[in-house]
């Protein structure tokens, strides 16, 4: 990978922050776009703005075949076995609520289980939470090994006959953990349970094959891939959104409407109610393109390496303590003794390097970790070696200037 001929497709890296140049290192949040993207959705805006579907003129028809044009490309990138199994939606979050609301209130009773991890985003734990409540079915955790992983056994002595759902990430946004997604799956069909897997931080950075890992449902977001915010996907078998109920109603999704019933289109169109996310899907499209041409491989590889370096880095300073596994996805989440993470990420700041810092939208793991928040430092295809460097150097500027204070 020619990382200096990437960074240049990114014209908002190239900028000073405070007086230092810019470090981003917050791309779990959300990752920056490139020339690509953009110009892509400044190309449909100038050129072929329209609603889809709707209308017979030239620029519906274009717009019509762009947006079908980035389902199909979707399908492709993550080994959908059909457009009809591609579902756009705002992003993660509705996509995993579009199963809990559509699918699972409607089929849970009392006595049925959902089983998740204390790793999850709240995106994939309160929708289930709400199900539960909703319906009287209980909500099971697999237990954690002490570095942050779960191992096969400990799913396999959680998923019982009872277990009607099984919602997992695929990639924790803390912790870095991949998951085995392929295993779990079997793990979960075995007693004829659906798995509902998170990908926002997987689909991003490594090459994804939704067929291959057998997952019922997996939801991911533009935005954190190169695309544009508001977009999102949810997969889903065919066999499992045909018996799903949509959970937005009105214009795009409807075959027929009568005074007192309707009907709705077939998938993928059902779930996919009032004018859709048009602008969104072309630049995922765009994304998509752009990342492929890297090529994921090369992508996970990079981040990886960088994860390992960051952790040789980091651990090199005194009363840093880091969490997680030691094989991990692209980030590392630490902190340093007596320094609040948001402090340490004030001074990085001042300095241009961008980190996150709270509890990431994972309390209880958290809690897990006994640990109100964290800072996280999270790395993408246009990081480098010496942004990690920068990285270290004002985490020890940070730790200097609150032992001097305190």
């Known amino acids: 990978m020619d990382i200096q001929a990437i ?15 810019l470090v981003y290192l917050d791309s779990a949040a959300t990752s920056q776009k490139p020339l690509p993207v953009i110009e892509a959705l400044e190309s449909y805006y100038r050129q072929n703005n329209s609603n889809v579907h709707r209308g017979v003129h030239t620029l519906g028809s274009r717009a019509t075949d762009q947006y079908e ?17 591609v579902i756009f939606t705002r992003g993660t979050t509705t996509a995993i609520n579009t199963v809990a609301y559509g699918y699972a209130r409607h089929v849970l009773q009392e006595g049925d289980e959902i089983v998740v991890t204390e790793m999850e985003h709240h995106s994939n734990l309160i929708p289930w939470q709400q199900a539960a409540k909703y319906t009287g079915a209980t909500l099971k955790y697999v237990p954690m090994e002490e570095d942050g992983t779960i191992t096969l056994e400990s799913f396999r002595s959680t ?22 997604i392929k295993e779990i799956a079997a793990i979960a069909h075995e007693h004829d349970a659906l798995i509902v897997v998170d990908g926002a931080q997987s689909v991003p950075h490594m090459k994804v094959d939704v067929a291959n890992l057998d997952c019922d449902f997996y939801a991911f977001s533009g935005h954190k891939m190169c695309g544009p915010t508001g977009i999102g996907v949810l997969y889903g078998k065919k066999e499992w959104l045909e018996k799903m109920e949509p959970v937005e109603f009105g214009g795009e999704m409807i075959d027929f409407v009568g005074l007192y019933e309707s009907t709705w289109k077939d998938l993928p169109w059902k779930f996919e109610g009032g004018t859709p996310i048009i602008a969104g899907a072309i630049g995922l499209h765009a994304a998509i393109d752009f990342l492929e041409e890297i090529g994921m491989d090369q992508i996970e590889a990079h981040e990886r390496d960088l994860a390992a370096y960051a952790q040789t880095k980091l651990k090199e300073i005194d009363g840093l303590t880091i969490y997680g596994p030691k094989q991990r996805s692209g980030l590392v989440t630490f902190n340093i ?8 990420a004030t001074v990085l700041d001042a300095e241009g390097t961008a980190v996150r810092a709270g509890h990431h939208c994972a309390q209880p793991l958290m809690k897990w970790l006994d640990t109100a928040a964290t800072a996280r430092a999270s790395f993408y295809l ?13 985490l020890n500027r940070a730790k200097e200037y609150f032992g001097d204070v305190f």
């Open 7 to 21: 960074r240049e497709q990114f014209p908002i890296l190239d900028q000073e922050v405070n007086g230092h140049p």
């Open 69 to 85: 044009g980035a389902r199909e490309r979707v399908k492709d990138f993550i080994g959908a076995r059909s457009t009809e199994e």
């Open 159 to 180: 998923i019982t006959n009872a277990t009607k759902i099984v919602a997992v990430t695929h990639v924790s946004n803390v912790l870095g953990t991949v998951n085995p």
């Open 337 to 344: 003794d007596g320094v609040h993470p948001h402090d340490t």
């Open 382 to 394: 246009y990081n480098t070696k010496e942004d990690i460097d920068r990285l270290a150097e004002g």
